[in-house]
């Protein structure tokens, strides 16, 4: 088969690997198509963590496809499901997983380029959240997976508001639920426009999702005295300082909601299912760019750059 192979910073290099053979609780799968993360870009552009070359594959999770063959062990999946994976190796024509860490696709869903990973992870970042109907919410960071967010707080809140630099970003946010939009991460003039739009009110709920320090201070100076700040970014590029003192004065619960316990994770992909069906979610219209594997390089280049219009890549074999 055909994976991709990142051999050293901003490099893939496509090679000829073997069809890996499913061990007895494995699912092998033939990839339909496999997400780009934003977590993704820390491998690609290089750090000194980092060990180069990565494993045919690695390091795409975001992977949905056809089942191929099963394990011994395995009784829950069979071949022809088509499957949503928590898996690590998905920038290939085939991959692994458990079978504990997949989630069978109905077919009301086939024609959806369903990724399961970080709809499930949004799913999950929502529900640590517990937005309360009349909570002022603010969203530092309107990606991708801020708008998967987005999308289920509008519906239980409407006092939402987003904050990004890019306005074609905050054109999303809006379009998928957001009550009002500013264009700034800088924690003086964000928290000038929340005031000014809020009548001096602050946020009930904060939602970080930008993985930066400066995405960190707008979402600390946006909670209010008990408010609730939810860390959603992806923070691994090294240290972050925070405003302890804030944190301390107005009491706030810091909530740092990223889950990685597997079972929680296989639930979240399955709630995600069922809000789909019921039409309480909507995901294509968020993926912007579709690329064969070939072009990985590519892909990256556009995740990183993030032109206009630019909201999710994915990635067919």
């Given at each position: 088969?055909?994976?991709?192979?990142?051999?050293?910073?901003?490099?893939?290099?496509l090679?000829?690997v073997?069809?890996?053979?499913?061990?007895k609780?494995?699912?092998?799968?033939?990839?339909?198509?496999?997400?780009?993360?934003?977590?993704?870009?820390?491998?690609?552009?290089?750090?000194?963590?980092?060990?180069?070359?990565?494993?045919?594959?690695?390091?795409?999770?975001?992977?949905?496809?056809?089942?191929?063959?099963?394990?011994?062990?395995?009784?829950?999946?069979r071949?022809?499901?088509?499957?949503?994976?928590?898996?690590?190796?998905?920038?290939?024509?085939?991959?692994l997983?458990?079978?504990?860490s997949?989630?069978?696709?109905?077919?009301?869903?086939?024609?959806?380029?369903?990724?399961?990973?970080p709809?499930?992870?949004?799913?999950?970042?929502?529900?640590r959240?517990?937005?309360?109907?009349?909570?002022?919410?603010?969203?530092v960071?309107?990606?991708?997976?801020a708008?998967?967010?987005?999308?289920?707080?509008?519906?239980?809140?409407?006092?939402?508001?987003a904050?990004?630099?890019?306005p074609?970003a905050?054109?999303?946010?809006?379009?998928?639920?957001?009550?009002?939009?500013?264009?700034?991460?800088?924690?003086?003039?964000?928290?000038?426009?929340?005031?000014?739009?809020?009548?001096?009110?602050?946020?009930?709920?904060?939602?970080?999702?930008?993985?930066?320090?400066?995405?960190?201070?707008?979402?600390?100076?946006?909670?209010?005295?008990?408010?609730r700040?939810?860390?959603?970014?992806?923070?691994?590029?090294?240290?972050?300082?925070?405003?302890?003192?804030?944190?301390?004065?107005?009491?706030?619960?810091?909530?740092?909601?990223?889950?990685?316990?597997?079972?929680?994770k296989?639930?979240?992909?399955?709630?995600?299912?069922?809000k789909?069906?019921?039409?309480?979610?909507?995901?294509?219209?968020?993926?912007?760019?579709?690329l064969?594997?070939?072009?990985?390089?590519?892909?990256?280049?556009?995740?990183?750059a993030r032109?206009?219009?630019?909201?999710?890549?994915?990635?067919?074999?």
């Amino acid at each position: 088969m055909l994976a991709a192979c990142l051999t050293e910073p901003q490099k893939f290099s496509l090679q000829d690997v073997l069809v890996p053979t499913p061990k007895k609780d494995e699912v092998l799968f033939k990839v339909e198509v496999c997400g780009l993360c934003a977590s993704n870009l820390g491998p690609w552009k290089g750090a000194p963590r980092f060990r180069y070359p990565f494993e045919p594959g690695a390091p795409g999770h975001e992977a949905t496809g056809i089942v191929e063959a099963v394990g011994d062990e395995v009784e829950t999946v069979r071949p022809g499901d088509r499957i949503a994976a928590l898996s690590l190796h998905g920038f290939a024509e085939y991959d692994l997983a458990r079978a504990d860490s997949v989630v069978v696709l109905p077919v009301e869903l086939r024609d959806l380029n369903f990724l399961g990973e970080p709809l499930g992870c949004a799913v999950n970042v929502w529900r640590r959240a517990e937005v309360a109907p009349d909570a002022v919410v603010a969203f530092v960071g309107t990606g991708f997976f801020a708008n998967i967010i987005i999308q289920l707080v509008a519906r239980r809140c409407g006092k939402t508001i987003a904050f990004n630099r890019r306005p074609d970003a905050l054109a999303s946010a809006v379009a998928n639920g957001a009550m009002a939009a500013f264009p700034t991460l800088d924690p003086t003039e964000g928290l000038r426009a929340l005031r000014d739009f809020s009548g001096g009110e602050l946020c009930d709920v904060v939602f970080e999702i930008t993985g930066t320090q400066a995405g960190l201070d707008l979402a600390t100076e946006l909670t209010k005295e008990r408010g609730r700040l939810v860390i959603a970014g992806y923070h691994q590029d090294g240290n972050r300082t925070v405003n302890l003192q804030l944190w301390n004065w107005r009491g706030i619960d810091v909530i740092n909601a990223h889950e990685r316990d597997r079972s929680v994770k296989v639930q979240g992909v399955q709630e995600a299912v069922r809000k789909l069906l019921a039409g309480e979610l909507r995901v294509d219209s968020l993926i912007t760019h579709r690329l064969p594997l070939s072009e990985i390089n590519a892909a990256f280049e556009l995740a990183d750059a993030r032109p206009p219009g630019f909201t999710k890549a994915i990635i067919h074999a």
